[in-house]
């Protein structure tokens, strides 16, 4: 790969989650799953994949995504206990934050630090492994 084809952010990026549940809570949006990450939750909480998908996912644009609570909060997500099903959250879950939209630039990285505080911060993770996260939420 020439130089000029390196991502802008070839010396890496620092993160650590802080379990802060910013990524989990607040406005509304999708947590993409398949039906083999759903019976992965299913079975983490010992419920069925018929009742856990009917009862904690909803079809959106063809696909299939975790329901929220009320308050756009993840449903699987506690104020008090963090992510209920943190060994086995979906993959969107899992590549946070680096996600295309928070490091396609520069200033959607900055933007990203503001919201989210293990951002900018901690273990520095290598271009490689973050271009490999961002491929694996693009479809």
């Known amino acids: 790969m020439a130089d000029d084809e390196k991502p802008w952010y070839a010396g890496?990026?620092?993160f650590a989650c802080t379990q802060c549940g910013h990524c989990c809570t607040g406005e509304p949006g999708f947590v993409w799953v398949t039906d083999e990450e759903a019976g992965a939750i299913a079975a983490f909480r010992g419920e069925p994949v018929e009742e856990f998908t009917a009862l904690y996912t909803r079809k959106a644009w063809g696909r299939r995504t975790l329901r929220e609570k009320a308050d756009g909060d993840c449903v699987f997500y506690d104020r008090q206990k963090g992510c209920t099903v943190y060994p086995v959250r979906p993959p969107q879950c899992r590549t946070w934050p680096f996600w295309e939209s928070?490091?396609?630039?520069?200033?959607?990285w900055e933007r990203t630090k503001a919201d989210c505080p293990g951002s900018g911060r901690g273990e520095l993770i290598p271009a490689e492994e973050i271009t490999r996260r961002v491929k694996v939420i693009r479809l």
């Open 12 to 14: 890496g990026l620092a």
């Open 102 to 108: 928070n490091v396609e630039t520069p200033a959607d």
